[in-house]
Structures are given as C-alpha cells and as structure tokens.
Nanobody, 123 residues
C-alpha cells in the first residue's frame, strides 16, 4: 500500500513563492516516476510536472515552465515542487502522484495519489 502525503500549500500573493512537499511510503520510491498535478474548482485535473524514475530529466506544463521546479530525494522518499512567480491562475489543489501506467500528462494513467494541498494565490 502506497501512501503519499502532500504539505506546504497555503495563501500567497501574486509573485510570491511556495514549496510543496510530498512524502511517500509503502514502496521503493526510487523505482517509480512521480508527478505533480493540480485541479482548480470546476476544472479537470491537469498535469504540472514530472520526473521519471530512470533519470533526472524533468518535464513541465507550458503554463509553469520556468517558474516551477520538480525535485526528488530518493534517500528520504520525498518529492518537492518549488513554485515561484505565482499567479492567480495557479490557484488549485496540488496533488502528488506516483507510478505512471501510460501517458505522463494524463491523470487517469497515474496509479497512486496523495490527498492534495491547497494553493491560493491572491491578486
């Protein structure tokens, strides 16, 4: 049984920064790809960033490229998402996901999910 627990969300002003964390347990963390998704009210869950288990090459959604950075610490079974230059449109619940079964940018293709952490960016 895999458990993912996100933390670090909160309220921040436009242009501010936040660092989200994801703590994993139950599986060998380094064997699996991981990703961050987000879901705004009334919208579908969308891809934000991912890092495969095979390398440190990262992939980002165009909307966050250059502002967000995904990282992982396999020794501590943790992942992070450093977010800077935040905009009101970044407001959403952010989810950590592990173990891609198909397309990395499709929420339905990820097997394990955390409960999410709320990020609110005020204008």
């Amino acid at each position: 049984q895999v458990q993912l627990v996100e933390s670090g969300g909160g309220l921040v002003q436009t242009g501010g920064s936040l660092r989200l964390s994801c703590a994993a347990s139950g599986r060998t963390f380094s064997d699996y790809s991981l990703a961050w998704f987000r879901q705004a009210p009334g919208k579908e869950r969308e891809f934000v960033a991912m890092m495969p288990w095979t390398s440190s090459v990262t992939t980002y959604a165009e909307s966050v490229k250059g502002r967000f950075t995904i990282a992982r610490n396999n020794a501590e079974n943790t992942a992070s998402l450093q977010m800077s230059s935040l905009k009101p449109e970044d407001t959403a619940i952010y989810y950590c996901a592990m173990y891609s079964l198909g397309r990395y940018d499709s929420a339905k293709d990820w097997k394990y999910w955390g409960q999410g952490t709320q990020v609110t960016v005020s204008s």
